[in-house]
């Protein structure tokens, strides 16, 4: 079956240390990978993607992610978090013409100053 | 560039009513997805819509529907409004086609309480 699992609930890091969110996957083909992220009462805005090429992705506000096939994981990753970092992360999974995409439970991030 | 709105922001309904939610997709999209996040689900696919078409929908019964008009908007409408229903829901749009180059883009979500 599909599936998305972060496996951490809550992660807490101090302002200024590294980060890393993990996200496994099950998926039976080439998986589309995504990262979003949620603050608190709004949508999700999209952080990073991965379809093919460079198994090390950059994003947007310092993040990266890296596809490990062989793990299957796209773990997320920042070298050193800010306060407004704090929220909820989501990874998903899609594949060309599945047309929709599987949500992980989400990590929700505190910061502490 | 306006991102996806989604109206109205706060629904408080009771048992057995209908609830019916809107969502403007950017510019230029063509599809328009609909999830559904109950605290502690995760976000749950309901239904994409893409040329005026319904084109998948998730593992919700019937009386979770909707539609898309011309203009790509679309409306999600939930009859027969259950407790379990109060949730966040999300409208996602796309420039449509093939999911797998396509991204997906989020609004703010209407929170859906019902009483």
């Known amino acids: 079956a599909q599936s998305v699992t972060q496996p951490d609930i809550h992660i807490t890091v101090s302002e200024g240390a590294s980060l890393e969110l993990r996200c496994n996957y099950s998926?039976?083909?080439?998986?589309?990978l995504f990262w979003y992220v949620q603050s608190p009462g709004q949508g999700l805005q999209l952080l990073l993607k991965?379809?093919?090429?460079?198994?090390l992705v950059q994003g947007i506000k310092g993040f990266e992610a890296e596809f490990k096939r062989s793990q299957s994981s796209f773990n997320l990753r920042k070298p050193s978090v800010h306060w407004s970092d704090a929220a909820e992360y989501f990874c998903?999974?899609?594949?060309?013409?599945?047309?929709?995409?599987?949500f992980g439970t989400g990590t929700r991030l505190k910061v502490l100053a | 560039e306006a991102g996806v709105t989604q109206s109205p922001t706060h629904l408080i309904k009771t048992r057995g009513q209908q609830a019916t939610l809107r969502c403007s997709p950017i510019?230029?999209?063509?599809?328009v997805y609909w999830y559904q996040q109950a605290l502690g689900l995760g976000l749950q696919f309901l239904l994409w819509?893409?040329?005026?078409?319904?084109?998948n929908r998730g593992n919700f019964p019937p009386r979770f529907s909707g539609r898309q008009f011309p203009n790509y908007s679309s409306e999600l409408n939930v009859n027969a409004l259950e407790l379990e229903d109060s949730a966040l829901y999300l409208c996602?749009?796309?420039?449509?086609?093939?999911?797998?180059?396509?991204?997906?883009?989020f609004g703010p979500g209407t929170r859906l309480t019902v009483l």
């Open positions: 996602a749009s796309s420039l449509g086609g093939n999911l797998g180059t396509d991204t997906q883009y």
């Open positions: 998926y039976g083909a080439t998986p589309y």
């Open positions: 991965y379809f093919s090429g460079d198994t």
């Open positions: 998903a999974v899609a594949g060309a013409g599945t047309y929709k995409y599987i």
């Open positions: 510019s230029g999209h063509t599809s």
């Open positions: 819509y893409d040329e005026g078409e319904e084109r």
